[in-house]
């Protein structure tokens, strides 16, 4: 099944919400601010089939030194088909020349961002102010 994948795509409130739903990410249930955070993301790619929203990436950024990727989604029905790394790729590509290129991974996300090259940032740690149990 081909996939089309887009840095400049139009997303709709609710194929968002169904995708992270899908996901088991309680981000859906903030619908509005996630919609904010997406559509106010210095880049947002997306992957269809059929016309149907299959995943969702973002990017924020200083737009010259660091950019950091908060969300990378595919729907569980369409997970190793290549979606996401090319979704990841795509991403990668826009900010090639930048100093830092960051995300946080879940573990069992670990090993396919080690794929597309990124590993353990040294001895740091990360740190937040968040409710660890939220996506």
Do not use: C
């Not at 269809?48 to 950091?68: K, M, P, T």
């Not at 969300?71 to 930048?98: C, E, N, T, W």
């Not at 990124?118 to 001895?123: H, I, N, T, V």
């Amino acid at each position: 099944m081909n996939f089309e994948i887009s840095l400049e795509d139009d997303i709709e409130i609710a194929e968002v919400i169904t995708l992270y739903r899908a996901n088991g990410w309680s981000s859906a249930e903030k619908p509005r601010e996630l919609m904010l955070a997406l559509k106010n993301s210095d880049a947002l790619v997306t992957a269809r089939i059929s016309g149907e929203l299959v995943g969702i990436g973002n990017a924020i950024s200083d737009g010259s030194l660091v950019v950091y990727y908060p969300h990378l989604l595919v729907h569980p029905d369409h997970r190793g088909k290549g979606i996401g790394r090319a979704m990841m790729k795509l991403l990668q590509q826009k900010y090639a020349s930048f100093h830092q290129q960051m995300l946080t991974a879940d573990a069992n996300a670990v090993e396919f961002y080690r794929f597309l090259g990124f590993e353990r940032a040294g001895e740091t740690v990360p740190m937040w102010i968040y409710a660890g149990n939220e996506h």
